[in-house]
């Protein structure tokens, strides 16, 4: 039988764009399957959507009973879309979502069969969930977690294929309490800063009274034809491609950012646009980016917690239109060596209920003074807690990208831009006792004028740093592609809250001595300046002379995911996370056993999938062809030829031979070396074997080997899709 990979080429050469239905415009089925406040106000009594609305938009507790009446109301809305099951959707801390349908159908005890969804089933489920990480904290026997319905995120209609179900976005909690999901710390997050942020709104501002987080995360991801895919063994089990020689051409031509959509990817992307729009995922942009067969989406921001579900729901989406198109969606930080890997960019930013973008530069100076507080508060956080927010990116996967050459480093840094640099140094500067001309000089700048501008240029636009202001926003680029956004929000947000609350308390101090308020945050400000500016940097994030830089400065460089997570159980993140009552002691410790499992499981499948296609791919193949040299040679020995005619091929063989050697020698090695990682009782020490002994020792060398073996070997004899076919061909 041919290999999988030359039916995979062969039915490539047949494949055709799928037929998209539907191209009218976009507001017609935007939010179509969402359970919208208008909606909800046409399905729930007056007293419902009230409650509703309450909870909602002052996180008011939403009774039983009028839970009641809000449930029958939903599935009212859902039947009238021909909607059979509901199910509660959450966030479990495996890095997907996860759901368990259950059927409105239900038969009273006198045998009468209804369908019916009750408050308590609207509120309250349990899912069996002894299988979701808890990090000890719900031991197995007592297998009960249960979620718990989320009002602040509207309830959607899922279609798969033309099944419907209703979903319920909820949290996952386990019976003591403790949150075991990605959206409950980050709720509690927000919360914590919307508190510091209208307290410190009140400086400027008597009138605003909540303060939300949004986030416009872009979404990067690979997409390969499906044949490929399923010949690549290392794709499905991993993510990635342990092995690959990189083709000739690769990115260098720089031919694919921005050029034009493949027919049969643009098919695809409508495909899941429509989907997506349908359950109020506001996307905007699409485009191809710098690696060949990668692209781009990004939708407009929204609330931070809401585009959190949007964008798991829209990695839902994409896996399962892809399948229908016989195509496969990677968003494995770095599916391919060699060429780009893929991030999620996190824009963030933070907006008040009167209207204003906090770190939107003001017309007036009062306006300045406010941006500049929360502006250089930004920055005093991610200086003062780089280490939690290089935790928060740290993953098996992300440690492929982070400092590789295309990527934001390891090291936190923050790109300004250098009209605000040199606004902060005039700031650091002056401030004398009684806040003179000069002073306000500097408030009185038209930043919202000259900062646009000014990062508009593309002189001034960095795209080497992790963490950049690009005008009204952050954009934290460090996030790995397949990473719940929430994990890094929740810090950014904590961690803003708590410098936020100090900020408070010391400016309050100053003005009780008597300064004035403006003199007194003016005062404060100048204090952070100073202690923080080691965290900004503006020059070439890649290079090498930063790292050297940073080491000076101080400033921390951890490279891979075992230690870089150690920042999480550090008692300065076991205080923050205390003061803005985001996690229990108990809650952070679990979450740093689920992240080291998390790791070692990945690499622990990498490492045994390396293994697997080296003796069942790789080897045969390489030494089938081995046989063609040896029988080669034999042949021209015995008819006669002189040995001086075929010394190359010789060479060929010497070379063959040694690389499959050395590949079957580590591989031996590699298994050793995890069973002795295996053998570690404790999480941590484990990861870092696994990072250090196997990965370290072992990936990089065997996949030396087995790469140069693919430039060796026969093409016909090679049973791997080679990199070249699953990035060019269509
Ligand atoms: P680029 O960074 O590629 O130039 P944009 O600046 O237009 O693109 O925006 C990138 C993302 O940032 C988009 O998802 C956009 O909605 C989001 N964004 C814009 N303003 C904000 C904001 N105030 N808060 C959060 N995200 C924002
Ligand atoms: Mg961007």
């Not at 010391?506 to 003199?519: C, F, N, R, S």
Request: proline residues 4%; contains cysteine.
């Amino acid at each position: 039988m041919q290999s999988l990979r030359f039916q995979a080429i062969k039915k490539l050469g047949a494949a055709s764009p799928a037929n998209v239905s539907g191209s009218g415009k976009i507001t017609g089925i935007f939010g179509e399957n969402v359970f919208t406040l208008p909606t909800a106000r046409q399905f729930l009594s007056d007293e419902a959507y009230k409650s509703l609305l309450a909870s909602i938009k002052g996180g008011k507790r939403i009774d039983r009973g009028m839970a009641s009446q809000i449930a029958a109301g939903v599935r009212q809305w859902a039947e009238s879309k021909g909607v059979t099951h509901y199910t509660h959707w959450f966030q479990p801390l495996t890095g997907t979502t996860a759901e368990k349908h259950d059927s409105f159908f239900t038969l009273k005890s006198d045998g009468t069969a209804l369908e019916e969804f009750d408050g308590a089933a609207l509120i309250q489920q349990e899912p069996d969930a002894s299988s979701f990480p808890s990090g000890g904290l719900r031991a197995t026997f007592e297998a009960r977690g249960y979620t718990a319905w989320d009002p602040s995120s509207p309830a959607f209609i899922m279609e798969t294929g033309s099944g419907k179900t209703l979903c319920i976005p909820t949290v996952f909690v386990s019976y003591t309490g403790e949150l075991l999901d990605y959206k409950g710390p980050l709720l509690k997050a927000v919360e914590a800063l919307n508190k510091s942020a209208v307290d410190v709104c009140h400086y400027f501002d008597k009138n605003v009274s909540k303060v939300t987080a949004t986030l416009g995360w872009e979404q990067e991801y690979f997409l390969i034809d499906e044949g490929m895919y399923n010949a690549r063994p290392d794709l499905v089990l991993s993510g990635r491609t342990v092995f690959g020689h990189s083709p000739a051409k690769g990115q260098q031509l720089e031919d694919h950012y921005f050029g034009s959509i493949p027919e049969r990817v643009y098919a695809f992307m409508r495909d899941f646009e429509q989907e997506s729009y349908k359950l109020g995922i506001p996307l905007r942009t699409r485009h191809n980016e710098v690696a060949p067969a990668q692209f781009e989406c990004a939708p407009i921001f929204e609330e931070v917690s809401v585009a959190v579900d949007h964008n798991s729901l829209l990695m839902d989406v994409m896996d399962r239109v892809a399948r229908r198109h016989n195509l496969r969606v990677l968003v494995h930080e770095k599916p391919f060596a060699g060429i780009n890997g893929s991030g999620k960019h996190n824009n963030w930013s933070m907006a008040t209920d009167t209207g204003v973008n906090l770190l939107a530069p003001g017309k007036t100076p009062k306006t300045n003074l406010m941006f500049l507080t929360f502006f250089v508060n930004v920055i005093r956080a991610v200086d003062n807690y780089a280490e939690l927010l290089r935790a928060s990116i740290a993953s098996a996967g992300n440690d492929h990208r982070l400092g590789a050459n295309e990527a934001p480093p390891a090291i936190i840094s923050v790109f300004i831009g250098q009209y605000l640099t040199k606004v902060l140094e005039d700031v650091e500067k002056r401030v004398t006792g009684k806040f003179d001309e000069q002073d306000e000089a500097i408030l009185k700048l038209d930043l919202h004028k000259s900062i646009p501008e000014l990062l508009l240029d593309n002189t001034d636009r960095n795209r080497t740093s992790p963490f950049a202001f690009t005008g009204n926003k952050f954009e934290f680029r460090a996030v790995g592609s397949s990473a719940n956004c929430a994990n890094a929000m929740t810090v950014l947000n904590a961690i803003m809250a708590d410098t936020l609350i100090t900020f408070k308390k010391e400016v309050d101090t100053l003005i009780e001595k008597g300064e004035k308020k403006e003199i007194a945050i003016m005062h404060v400000l100048q204090q952070y300046i100073a202690e923080s500016k080691k965290v900004l940097f503006e020059g070439d994030g890649y290079s090498d002379a930063w790292a050297e830089e940073a080491a000076k400065r101080g400033l921390p460089n951890v490279k891979t995911t075992p230690l870089a997570l150690d920042a999480m159980v550090q008692p300065k993140a076991k205080r923050l996370f205390e003061n803005t009552g985001v996690y229990s002691h108990s809650e952070l410790e679990a979450r740093h056993e689920i992240e080291l499992e998390k790791y070692i499981k990945k690499v622990q499948i990498e490492s045994r999938i390396m293994g697997e296609l080296c003796t069942s791919h790789i080897l045969p193949g390489a030494i089938s062809y081995q046989n063609v040299l040896i029988n080669n040679i034999k042949g021209m020995k015995e008819i006669g030829i002189d040995e001086s005619s075929y010394t190359n091929q010789k060479q060929i063989l010497i070379s063959i031979s040694t690389h499959i050697n050395k590949v079957s020698e580590l591989v031996a090695q590699m298994i050793e070396a995890r069973k002795k990682a295996n053998n570690l009782s404790n999480t941590r020490e484990k990861a870092i074997a696994y990072c250090d002994e196997v990965k370290g020792k072992y990936f990089d060398a065997i996949r030396y080997h087995v790469d140069k073996l693919e430039l060796l070997v026969d093409d016909a004899s090679w049973y791997l899709p080679k990199y070249r076919e699953m990035l060019f061909l269509r």
